[in-house]
């Protein structure tokens, strides 16, 4: 099956710095990469997405890149802020039309942005 | 709208309990997913369903795990003979499916259960 490594664990930054998360997946089959942000006790939610067929999206502070040869996406965050502050979850699927596959997840990251 | 909601939010459960874990996915999602998240860790896969049928469940640790989605609506997760090892945060998460290419999963807020 497919395997997710997420690094570094644990990220600290100043306030306004940038911040990059990195992860590699196993299987060249993987075609969705989600990333999800959660705050301590409450539900992931989404942030960021992307799909095989797409190398960067960005949105605002918020970009991921795709390599699909080296099997490895990572986001970025630019312009940090104390609410940034959370763990952050990489994940890739095999999603298809009416299949949809599950997600399998990296260890996460935990951001601390000090003000 | 409502997103997808857990009941209960908490279990203490007594080693050798059985217990029920509840989800009500987004109306007219035809996908739901379960999940286990052990404490500092990602989310790991449990079990699948598309509607009522239970696509996957390769992902259920033992024979004491057993999922159901009679209706193609609401699921539960049912843990017999709960084990300390089984501690962790249950997520459910679901997906619009069907005919819209839409990959993305929602998820509950989860409920933590803690086995005593």
């Known amino acids: 099956g497919e395997n997710v490594e997420q690094h570094p664990s644990t990220l600290s930054v100043q306030e306004g710095d940038s911040a990059v998360i990195k992860c590699t997946y196993s299987?060249?089959?993987?075609?969705?990469f989600p990333w999800y942000k959660q705050e301590l006790g409450k539900r992931p939610q989404l942030i960021i997405d992307?799909?095989?067929?797409?190398g960067e999206k960005k949105d605002q502070r918020i970009a991921v890149t795709l390599n699909k040869t080296a099997k490895h996406f990572s986001l970025h965050i630019t312009e940090t802020q104390p609410e940034d502050s959370a763990v952050y979850f990489c994940?890739?699927?095999?999603?298809?039309?009416?299949?949809?596959?599950?997600?399998?997840f990296g260890s996460g990251t935990k951001l601390n942005v000090k003000p | 709208g409502a997103g997808v909601s857990q009941s209960p939010r908490y279990k203490v459960a007594k080693r050798g309990q059985d217990v029920a874990l509840r989800c009500d996915p987004i109306?007219?999602?035809?996908?739901l997913f379960w999940y286990q998240q052990a404490l500092g860790q990602g989310p790991e896969f449990l079990t699948y369903?598309?509607?009522?049928?239970?696509?996957?469940k390769s992902g259920l640790p033992s024979d004491r795990f057993f999922a159901e989605r009679p209706e193609g609506s609401v699921s539960t997760l049912k843990i017999q003979r709960t084990q300390q090892e089984d501690s962790a945060v249950y997520l459910c998460?679901?997906?619009?499916?069907?005919?819209?290419?839409?990959?993305?999963?929602?998820f509950g807020p989860g409920t933590r259960l803690t086995v005593t």
């Open positions: 998460a679901s997906s619009l499916g069907g005919q819209e290419v839409s990959y993305e999963q929602y």
């Open positions: 299987d060249s089959a993987s075609n969705y």
């Open positions: 992307i799909r095989s067929n797409v």
């Open positions: 994940a890739a699927s095999m999603g298809h039309r009416y299949n949809f596959n599950k997600f399998y």
């Open positions: 109306s007219g999602h035809v996908s």
């Open positions: 369903f598309q509607n009522e049928a239970q696509l996957d």
